[in-house]
């Protein structure tokens, strides 16, 4: 596609469960980054990948917290456990080397 | 922390020229300035980008003062639709620094 697509758009998850969001780069693009954005404010890093290594998880929240991009391409964020604190929209980017990151429309997550 | 401070929201008539004011009085020399903005519900959407000279594109145009401690994203002819949350960023060039630290942003109001 032409653009960053991530999905699903929403979900509902109970505390306690393992959720999993998906994140399909444009392709090409060998920079992917993941950043959390809670209401009101501004995304706030979590990880990047360039191609399949991942380069920096430093903003990760907690070991529930994983990332992976096993071919270089498309990308999933997977955390286990969901506690409240968790609900935030999660945007995935991507980018060319050093150029200007492109961002999806992001997931919103909802623990209940 | 964000290296930029920004007006928390602005309003502008349909049709005006709307200028979004930034202070980076922090940055560094290889730092670029970066604007994006998100409209509800939507991801952060790149605007334009530049080190020291000015800048244009489709979008927008990007004034940076001479000694680059302050930059304006000027919106030429706003319409409805660049009602938004406009993020000014500094980010160096190089692979050590590839993450974007985002401010709260201006809230631009665009009016009929």
């Known amino acids: 596609g032409a653009g960053v697509s991530q999905s699903p758009r929403y979900k509902v998850a109970k505390r306690g469960q393992d959720v999993a969001l998906r994140c399909d780069p444009i392709?090409?693009?060998?920079?992917l980054f993941w950043y959390q954005q809670a209401l009101g404010q501004g995304p706030e890093f979590l990880t990047y990948f360039q191609n399949e290594a991942q380069l920096d998880k430093s903003g990760l929240p907690s070991d529930r917290f994983f990332a992976e991009r096993p071919e270089g391409s498309v990308s999933t964020l997977k955390i286990q456990r969901t506690q409240q604190e968790d609900s935030a929209v999660y945007l995935c980017?991507?980018?060319?080397?050093?150029?200007?990151?492109?961002f999806g429309q992001g997931t919103r997550l909802t623990v209940v | 922390d964000a290296k930029t401070t920004q007006p928390t929201s602005m309003d502008c008539a349909e049709g005006r020229a709307a200028n979004l004011p930034c202070n980076h009085s922090?940055?560094?020399?290889?730092?670029?300035v970066y604007w994006y903005r998100q409209i509800h519900s939507q991801g952060p959407q790149y605007i334009i980008h530049g080190l020291k000279n000015n800048e244009t594109n489709e979008m927008a145009s990007l004034i940076i003062t001479e000694d680059r401690k302050s930059s304006t994203l000027i919106l030429p002819h706003a319409t409805l639709r660049d009602t938004a949350v406009y993020y000014c960023i500094v980010r160096a060039w190089g692979d050590s620094n590839y993450q974007l630290i985002w401010g709260a942003g201006t809230k631009l109001i665009i009016k009929p």
């Open positions: 392709s090409g693009h060998v920079s």
């Open positions: 980017a991507s980018s060319l080397i050093d150029q200007a990151a492109f």
């Open positions: 922090t940055i560094s020399g290889n730092e670029y």
